[in-house]
């Protein structure tokens, strides 16, 4: 089905309401990037607005316990999610994107298509999310580990925030190569620049991203609507096309 198939599939299945609103949605930082296209294609469609904020879940998830007016919440794991389902804050739990890690660095044929690189460790810096904040950080620390070369490299390390700030460090010469979303790195199947290393599945801990309805947004139309198009075929296509199994 073409991407024009979908945009009518879309605005067949949601009508347009009376009286637009809007939905204050926090979305894990690897996943903006597709998010903003889910966005436009809701607002198009629905003509509810949506306020995006993009962090790392782990920071996110502080903000909800102290009474942060996010309606959904898109996080970058699995465990958030359940966290705040169980303490009564979110329902709806589901998963809308499995992630995959990838080693990337701005450098044309300088990541191999293998990660021996990172044995041979002929590099400065090596950019990866904190692990105790980022999904991301931590397959990429897990994959150090089963490489058996995490005390190698841990010196040179330049820990990002968050998956944003990871890309940034990379992307600006800061760190020579590091860990980021294969979303952040590939569009449609195919890398933007320089040179990567898919990192096999095997390697780490699988990446499940999921999604919550937090309390703020239960019973209201937009925030519900939104939920339901997170997993409508049209999101998925968005979502798949962005470098994420589902």
Not at 163 to 191: D, P, R
Not at 209 to 237: I, T
Request: with cysteine; proline share 4%; charged share 15%.
């Amino acid at each position: 089905m073409t991407a024009k198939h979908f945009i009518a599939a879309a605005m067949a299945c949601i009508s347009i309401p009376a009286f637009a609103d809007e939905v204050q949605v926090a979305v894990a930082a690897n996943f903006s990037g597709p998010m903003q296209k889910i966005a436009a294609l809701f607002e198009q469609s629905s003509g509810h607005k949506l306020l995006l904020s993009s962090g790392a879940t782990g920071k996110f998830y502080a903000q909800i316990k102290n009474g942060a007016p996010f309606e959904i919440l898109l996080a970058a794991d699995d465990e958030t999610p359940a966290k705040l389902e169980k303490e009564g804050l979110a329902t709806n739990r589901v998963t809308y994107a499995i992630g995959k890690l990838v080693l990337w660095s701005e450098k044309a044929n300088y990541v191999d298509d293998k990660g021996e690189i990172l044995k041979k460790g002929s590099f400065a810096h090596l950019a990866i999310a904190n692990p105790k904040l980022a999904p991301y950080g931590l397959a990429a620390s897990e994959t150090l580990k089963a490489l058996g070369v995490f005390d190698l490299l841990a010196p040179k390390f330049v820990t990002g925030e968050n998956i944003a700030q990871t890309h940034q460090f990379i992307a600006t010469g800061n760190a020579e190569l590091g860990f980021i979303a294969m979303s952040q790195a590939f569009v449609a199947g195919k890398l933007k620049s320089g040179s990567a290393w898919v990192v096999p599945p095997s390697l780490y801990s699988a990446i499940r991203q999921d999604a919550v309805l937090l309390n703020r947004g239960k019973g209201k139309p937009a925030a519900e609507a939104l939920f339901k198009f997170l997993q409508s075929p049209s999101a998925k296509a968005i979502i798949n096309a962005s470098g994420y199994a589902i």
